[in-house]
C-alpha cells in the first residue's frame, strides 16, 4: 500500500510541475510581443511589455510603446508571437489617423 500511494504521490508531483511546450499545465504562458487592439473604430498595433489573460473574456497588456496599462476584451484584441503583417491593422501606437 505505501507504494502505491508513493508512486500515485510521484505522478501527480510530475503532472504538477510538468509542461508541454509553453504551456504549463495549469494554465498558459506564451510570450507574445504584440497586440492589435480596435480602438475608436481603427485597429492600433501596440508593443507588449507584459499581458495576463483572465477566466472571462479580458486581456490586460502593460505595452512598451505608449507605456498604458489598456484592459480590454478578447472580442476586441489580438496577441501576436512576432510582428503582425501591416494588413492586420491600421497603425501603429504613436501614429496619427490619416
Known amino acids: 500500500m505505501k507504494r502505491i500511494l508513493c508512486f500515485v504521490s510521484i505522478l501527480v508531483l510530475l503532472f504538477a510541475f510538468s509542461s508541454c511546450g509553453n504551456q504549463n499545465v495549469f494554465d498558459a504562458n506564451y510570450t ?15 508593443k507588449v ?9 479580458s486581456v490586460t497588456v502593460t505595452t512598451s510603446c505608449c507605456g498604458n496599462y489598456i484592459w480590454t476584451s ?7 508571437k512576432s510582428r503582425p503583417a501591416d494588413t492586420a491593422f491600421d497603425r501603429a501606437c504613436g501614429e496619427t489617423d490619416s
Open 49 to 57: 511589455e507584459s499581458w495576463s489573460d483572465s477566466e472571462s473574456d
Open 32 to 46: 507574445m510581443e504584440y497586440i492589435v487592439i480596435r480602438e475608436n473604430d481603427a485597429c492600433v498595433l501596440h
Open 74 to 80: 478578447t472580442n476586441n484584441a489580438t496577441l501576436y
